[in-house]
């Protein structure tokens, strides 16, 4: 039959979409879609003969836009059309010739990555056979497999295992890096199974002195056990069964040389290592065979020598301690010392094998291996740390931590370094950590007061620790007497060192005379000058008196004022009293005190830490500068887990640390046997008043209005205003309201009527109470409507009273004249003897347990002989009351050295509304 028309075919590969198929007419005018379409699709029953197929644009180009498998398929089943002539031009030409031939392979899943592409990053899949296809035809095939693996419509045992490959790419890349050839990279992904009949070991042979080359040896190994293992030398030494297996041979050792390019010479494993070639094959090259299905067989003692890590440890010789040998800053003399599996290296016998670039050494009968990486680091850190030195605080550290956990960011360059000590300085550390390792000492000829059994044990531990040349932190419980210790350390150095000079005592204003008084009462052969008041000498007049006295007493204010002349001189101790007040480490105080220089340094105090953690490293910072490390860095290794976390093992790495400078007894230690009297505390429960509850209420609506849309510094700022209001409030109306006239004042406040109701038998029964409030403004007002009512003298002590004066006031009350005593909680919570009151009222509450406990202290302590009863006033129903409970919390966390008051400013709006009983 004579054909009607002539028609051209021609297609064009559109990346990602698929094969465009598109005529033409035999002078190269391409013919719309509508004029073939049905002419070349007649036979395509997918498309319903073409009328499923619609025209597709490329560029100038209008054609049918077919799918990688719809490709395939229609090539494959392309029949003639007896009406029209088709001719496929160029590579539609080729794709009706080869598709022909690979459709078959494609739908019995033959299937397979290509090594050379995957390579170079090219993730083309191919038809096994057919490798050398035109590259749109490559490209075809490839997105036609990929769409198969996604729509899964053929279902076949090889479709599934490469379909399962297809979706873990990341394994068949990985594999590709340890791949000899395409053969075993497919054998390694399991795409097809080995029909080799041996495998291949290589055997590492030590060499019988360190002085001979290593052996390397190949062996075949015959799958089937049907023929013994026998060394493979090259083609001739091959068994006849594996003769034709020469090829394979060459093959894969040339992969081999590939992985690891110096263990192959002559198409074959070297036989002979030198040592740094058997290093690299230990290290490096063997894991490389291991992944080319090459057995290998190493020295049985290979592997524990590489799990054993070589350890760079700085030996440290202690001398006989003498007086003050070491100090915190004290350079310690050390060798270096290398371990390795069990056995040491001198510094000079790996200086020694560094030098001759030795990588595998035989010692003392067993292998060292030397890792130039590992030499390198610690060539740095010894260099390092020979130019920086070791200081006695860091082995000293080093001792107490045995067993934690290590900083993570310990920048030393001792971090790394196992420091080791010997028994000089492990008896030194001994007597450092242990109280029974004080040696006993003879009170002071002169001193006139006997000392209880644990105040001799805390004035010997003070010149114990002067000896060894560290400061101390004597933190006893409040009245248990650290001034009298302190005033014994003082005559005991007068009386036994030739060398002598002025000591400095820095304490809160209040206390300068009582210093003074004490001093003078139990050791008068210490001679006193008080550096303080308006005419206080200054310059040349104040050194010229330094070299005449034993103690100069200042404040802690004018440590600041008079910095510039207290800094000129080396004193021969600093004491600090109430040492809490350094406890900010930024402020000028707290710089100043730490800027002066000493011998020694000792600090008293009885909270060690009121708020946070921070405060005990400024002590520290103070005693013994430098020994806690930066305020940094002991922020981000201790303070930030405590505080944050509760963090056990900082805690008590804490505890390790500061305890050899540490002392602290309490009143219930059984060591301590004050036979104080009882104390007893008691909760004076007080409801708001009608006005109160109004006041409360409309405070905490409008603010918690504002503090919903602050942020950051402001809501904290809005807080913080907010509660201190709140307390002001539940202590008086009168005192939020700034109200100058007290107009029905006790009716007003239930925690008024409970305070007179408490002070009108003790003035009956002729007691003494103690007062305390946080707010000036208050305790005018209690004094004002106590005396009104009781007719009594009442005193107030506050931050503004001089020196005289709160003299003149301590000892008026202490003598029985007055028998009501307010203070301000700041003013006179601390460092006052105020045994006459045997009680003592705390009109509102502080957020530290802390502060109230040191106030409470000012009348039970020694000395006292009466019961002491505490009266705690709390107002029920508001913050008072969760503050009470916190406070009960807080006094553990205390116990451990954690304490922060943050936490309130950071609350949410519930917790918030919680906190506030509303």
Known sequence: MKRLANLSIAVKWVERKGLLLYGMQSHGVILPVTAWKHLVFQWHEPSYYGTLLQ?????????????PIEALTFFREHQENSLVEITYLDEANEFHSVISRLYDDFNEGHVSPSFAHYQTGDELWKID????????????????????????TLQSKRWDIARGLYHNPSYIKQQLTHSIDEDDWHVKIGLRDDDVPFSIRLVLEEPMSEHDDWNLRTY???????????????????????????????????????????????HKPKEVLSEQEAWTFLTEDSEKVLSANIQVLLPSWWQALKQN????????????????????????????????????????????????????????????ALDPAFIARMKKMMAKAEKQGLRFHEVLQHELLQGTEKPEDDHSPFAEVEIEVDDVFRELTKRLTSISEVPELNVPHGLQATLRAYQQKGFEWLVHLKNMGFGALLADDMGLGKTIQSISYLAYRKENEEKQGASLIVCPTSVINNWKREIELFYPDLTVHVHYGGNRLKGEDLFSIMRDVDIVITSYALSVLDYEDLKQYVWKSIILDEAQNIKNPTTKQSRAVRGLKAE??????????????????????FINRGYLGSLNRFASNYVNPIE?????EKINAVHRLISPFLLRRTKQDEDVALNLPPKQEQKMLCPLSVEQAALYEQVVQDSLKQIDTLTGIERRGRILWMLNKLKQICDHPSLFLKESQLVEFEERSSKVERLFELIDPILEQKESCLIFTQYVRMGDMLKEAIQAKFGEEVLFLNGSVPKTARDNMISRFQNGDVKVFILSLKAGGTGLNLTAANH????DRWWNPAVENQATDRAYRIGQTKFVQVHKFVTIGTLEEKIDEMLQRKQSLNDTIITSEQWITELSMDELVDLLGV
Do not use: C
């Not at 025209?55 to 799918?67: H, K, S, Y």
């Open 55 to 67: 025209p597709t644009r490329v560029g100038q180009i209008e054609g049918i836009l077919l799918t």
């Open 840 to 843: 003592v009222m705390h009109f």
């Open 644 to 648: 944050k976390d509760r963090d056990e």
């Open 220 to 266: 075949l190994i015959d799958e089937r056990k049907t023929i013994k293992p026998y060394e493979y030398n090259g083609h001739e030494s091959l068994h006849k069964k594996h003769s034709s297996y020469a090829e394979y041979l060459d093959r894969t050792f040339q992969g081999v040389g590939l992985l690891a390019p110096n263990l192959i010479d002559d």
């Open 600 to 621: 020694h340094r000792i600090a008293l105090t009885g909270t060690p830490m009121e708020n946070r953690l921070t405060e005990l490293w400024t002590i520290f910072d």
């Open 129 to 152: 056979g057919f490798e050398q296809l035109e590259p749109t035809l490559q490209e075809l095939v490839s997105s036609a497999i990929k769409q198969q693996f996604e729509i899964e």
């Open 309 to 368: 890590k070589m350890t760079l440890k700085a030996s440290v010789k202690g001398k006989p301690a003498g007086n003050s040998f070491f100090n915190m800053e004290t350079l310690v003399d050390f060798n270096w010392r290398i371990s390795t599996n069990g056995m040491e290296l001198s510094e000079q016998q790996f200086q020694q094998f560094v030098e001759n670039q030795r990588r595998l050494i035989q010692f003392n009968g067993q292998w060292i």
